[in-house]
């Protein structure tokens, strides 16, 4: 009996000390530079502390930066966070998260308010997940017709087209990616997005990365290696 207690006591030691390897190697993994040679986070308040150089110096190629959610919220580090990025020389682009319940306008008008119409910004990212954000989903063709109004504001004070962030789920309810013609940034941990309707432009690999520079993880993001520089 009590030998058969000390060997459950060692498997499940040996158990404990597996995880928490494999954690360690999880949180510092990013697909390969060889294979994807642009990468970079996205910086939002949640990631804490954040020296740039140094995060430039571990590998960022770019960063994309939390700065609107919605018709009201703004990321309380974003202008911080923007003019850090030029100055550290990274290429940097503005996220918005939008709110199935929230008018395209109001949305529109909050982004365009907080975020400086820099040239040579990345194109701007919108965010559609649902996030619990909206409990009385939208028909798809009312959400379709507001996300045009939405990007219409939004891309002429970017001048640029739009990024579309969009999940699994999101899809499947609102087939963004058949039915807006946008570059699409989709997420998958470790794996190649596996889902929408046209290849994808950017990957969302990880959303645990530990990175140089940052003080709490990062979701971790490569760019197709196909698509201009």
Not at 150 to 165: D, G, N, R, T
Not at 209 to 223: A, L, T, Y
């Amino acid at each position: 009996m009590m030998r058969a207690i000390i060997w459950g006591a060692f498997w499940l030691l040996l158990a404990a000390i597996a995880a928490i390897a494999l954690w360690q190697v999880a949180i510092r993994w990013h697909p390969v530079e060889s294979q994807y040679p642009v990468q970079g986070p996205v910086i939002g308040a949640e990631q804490g502390e954040v020296h740039w150089p140094t995060l430039r110096a571990a590998g960022a190629d770019f960063a994309y930066i939390h700065a609107t959610d919605g018709d009201t919220d703004r990321d309380p580090n974003f202008a911080a966070h923007w003019q850090a990025a030029q100055e550290a020389g990274l290429r940097h682009g503005a996220i918005h998260t939008y709110e199935l319940c929230r008018l395209a306008i109001d949305q529109a008008t909050n982004f365009v308010a907080t975020v400086p119409d820099r040239e040579g910004a990345l194109p701007p990212a919108i965010l559609l997940d649902f996030n619990d954000n909206c409990t009385d989903h939208p028909d798809i063709d009312i959400f379709i017709a507001e996300l045009a109004n939405f990007l219409e504001i939004v891309e002429q004070h970017a001048q640029s087209p739009a990024l579309l962030y969009v999940t699994r789920e999101f899809d499947a309810e609102y087939e963004v990616t058949s039915r807006v013609e946008r570059s699409f940034w989709l997420p998958r941990r470790l794996f190649k997005p596996d889902f929408g309707a046209v290849p994808w432009v950017m990957w969302e690999a990880s959303d645990i990365r530990i990175v140089d520079g940052v003080e709490n993880p990062v979701r971790w993001n490569v760019v197709r290696p196909d698509q201009p520089g």
